[in-house]
C-alpha cells in the first residue's frame, strides 16, 4: 500500500515551495505520494496582500529567504501587487488533477509565480503553465474562462474547511499526523514511520 502526504497550500505561499524541497528528499526512493490539496488564505473578498506594504517584505527578509538559501531555492519576492487570487489556479489545478498531473502543475504555478514573477491569476498564463507540463493549452483556458471547475474546486475548499479543519498553509497530514507550518525533520521521520507502521 502506498503512503499518501497530503499538503494543503496557497500558492502565493512561499513555504508551499519550499516545502516540497523537503518532502522530495523525504521520499525519495520509496513508495510515497504526495498529494497537494487546495486553501485560499484570503478568499474573496477578503483584500490579497500588497508588496509595498510593510509585511511582505518583513517576513521575506526574516524567514523566507534564510530558509530559501538554506535549501539552496532561489526564490524572490514576486513584485505583483496586489498579490493575485488563486481561485482560477486552483480550478486549473483540478482540471490537472484530474488527468493525473496534480502535482505536477501545482509545483509549476509556483516555480512560475516566486521563480519567474507570473501573474499566476491570469488565465492565459495557466494555460501556458499546463501546456509545460503536457496538458492542452487551449483546453484548459476554454475550463477555466467556462468555470467547468469553479463547483468542484468549492467543494474541495468546503472539505478543507469542515473535514480537516485547515487554517494555515502549509498543512501536512500524513496518516494521523498532522503538521501546521513547515515540518522540521524529525517529524517528517517520525510521521512517515508511524504510517509504515500502520500499513
Partial sequence: MTTEIIVYTDYVCPYCLLVDKVLQRAVKGRHIKIR?????????PVPTLKVEDEYLPSIWKQSVYPLADKLGIDIRLPRISPQPRTTKAFEGFSYAEERGLGSE?????????????????????LAELAEDIGLDRDAM?????CNMYKSKHKSALKYAYEEDK???????IIGQKRCQGFPTKSWLTDALKAEALDN
Fill in 36 to 44: 497537494w490539496r487546495p486553501f485560499e488564505l484570503r478568499p474573496f
Fill in 105 to 125: 502543475f501545482s509545483i509549476a504555478v509556483m516555480n512560475a509565480f516566486f521563480k519567474q514573477g507570473k501573474n499566476i491569476g491570469d488565465i492565459k498564463v
Fill in 141 to 145: 483556458q476554454n475550463a477555466l474562462e
Fill in 166 to 172: 485547515i487554517t494555515v498553509v502549509p498543512t501536512i
